[in-house]
């Protein structure tokens, strides 16, 4: 059974600093890449961050740029998240998402976590 | 950046309706979209992918339609645990992705 469970959020101030971990099982975690997708109280789903395979290819949403690191680790088959700079719009339930690409190409996010909660109050 | 607009925002109806829901790109994104369910408290769930292949285990009643910039998510027969909130996200500029703003199905 494929699972992703996400740690390590919590409250936080202003300007601090908090790293995501995604813990997955039942897959072969080096196949897939892996992606990062926020939801802020009450609104809609924001897409994050894009990490490949072997992390060659790292991609960011503008709002995160520079401040957020994406990385993995496929040996502990681990996905992370380090966030600095944390800002009050970085509040929200943090989820890791799998990629599978369909026999036609398609991409799409198959299996997610259950969320962490970030908060970034004063 | 491509945009994703979804309408409506919310829709109010009763078990047994059928209901359709719309995505609109800002532009062509052949047939890189997906529709997910999300209930509340709860993670996003795949229904459907590459514009209308249904996701294994899915109920065939989920139908998702449309290529290039208009989609649409229909349900043929509101059951009980349909109510949820709905979402598109274009995969066309993978590996970065962008998601319409969600409808929120409620019971009338």
């Known amino acids: 059974e494929v699972q992703l469970v996400e740690s390590g959020g919590g409250l936080v101030k202003p300007g601090g600093s908090l790293r995501l971990s995604c813990a997955t099982s039942?897959?072969?975690?080096?196949?897939?890449?892996m992606n990062w997708v926020r939801q802020a109280p009450g609104k809609g789903l924001e897409w994050v961050s894009s990490?490949?395979?072997?992390?060659?290819?790292?991609y960011y949403a503008d709002s995160v740029k520079g401040r957020f690191t994406i990385s993995r680790h496929n040996a502990k088959n681990s996905l992370y998240l380090q966030m600095n700079s944390l800002r009050a719009e970085d509040t929200a339930v943090y989820y890791c998402?799998?990629?599978?690409?369909?026999?036609?190409?398609?991409?799409?996010?198959?299996?997610w976590g259950q969320g962490t909660l970030v908060t970034v109050s004063s | 950046d491509i945009q994703m607009t979804q309408s409506p925002s919310s829709l109010s109806a009763s078990v047994g309706d059928r209901v359709t829901i719309t995505c609109r790109a800002s532009q062509s994104i052949d047939s890189y979209l997906n529709w997910y369910q999300q209930k509340p408290g709860k993670a996003p769930k795949l229904l459907i992918y590459?514009?209308?292949t249904l996701q294994s285990g899915v109920p065939s009643r989920f139908r998702g339609s449309g290529s290039g910039t208009d989609f649409t998510l229909t349900i043929s027969s509101l059951h009980p645990e349909d109510f949820a909130t709905y979402y598109c996200?274009?995969?066309?500029?993978?590996?970065?992705?962008?998601f319409g703003q969600g409808t929120k199905l409620e019971i009338k």
């Open positions: 998402a799998r990629v599978r690409v369909g026999s036609s190409g398609w991409p799409f996010l198959d299996f």
């Open positions: 996200q274009q995969s066309y500029t993978t590996p970065t992705y962008s």
């Open positions: 990490i490949s395979t072997g992390s060659s290819y790292i």
């Open positions: 039942g897959f072969t975690f080096s196949d897939y890449s």
């Open positions: 590459g514009g209308s």
